[in-house]
């Protein structure tokens, strides 16, 4: 995975009769990947920045009435352009969300903040909430 990124400074330095430009790069912390996909239905796509570009894969889960040691699997791709949205802050992505509750929408929430954003604004419950790979995914039908 190549994670997303902003260059935020550089500076320039001489050494050994050569320039060399360092550069700090800011890695999105906290920031929020929102996709709004229009069709008959508003589907809104939000996801964390730290997970974007992820496949996030979970073996074996059993299921009520399976036999032991049968299990699906669940999996969950993270890397393609449904995810791929705009980068927002918590604010923005709180605002966004809110317009598309109003609207009747569809969401896909991944990533801690994504999904304590959907519990805050009580879109989500704690039981409508599973880990896949370490990772928390809500799926929210209004």
């Given at each position: 995975m190549i994670p997303r990124f902003r260059e935020k400074r550089g500076i320039v330095f001489l050494f050994g009769g050569r320039f060399f430009k360092v550069i700090?790069?800011?890695?999105?912390?906290?920031?929020i990947l929102v996709k709004v996909h229009e069709?008959?239905?508003?589907v809104v796509a939000v996801c964390d920045e730290d997970v974007f570009g992820r496949k996030l894969i979970e073996s074996k889960v059993e299921s009520p009435g399976s036999k032991e040691g049968a299990g699906a699997r669940r999996v969950l791709d993270?890397?393609?352009v449904f995810f791929d949205g705009q980068v927002m802050n918590l604010e923005e992505a709180r605002n966004v969300v809110i317009r598309a509750a109003k609207e009747d929408a569809t969401f896909n929430f991944v990533g801690k903040n994504s999904v304590a954003l959907?519990?805050?604004?009580?879109?989500?419950?704690?039981g409508g909430v599973v880990d896949i790979d370490g990772v928390p995914f809500a799926l929210v039908l209004m």
């Open positions: 700090f790069i800011l890695f999105g912390m906290g920031n069709s008959y239905r508003t993270v890397s393609g959907a519990k805050e604004l009580e879109i989500v419950l704690d």
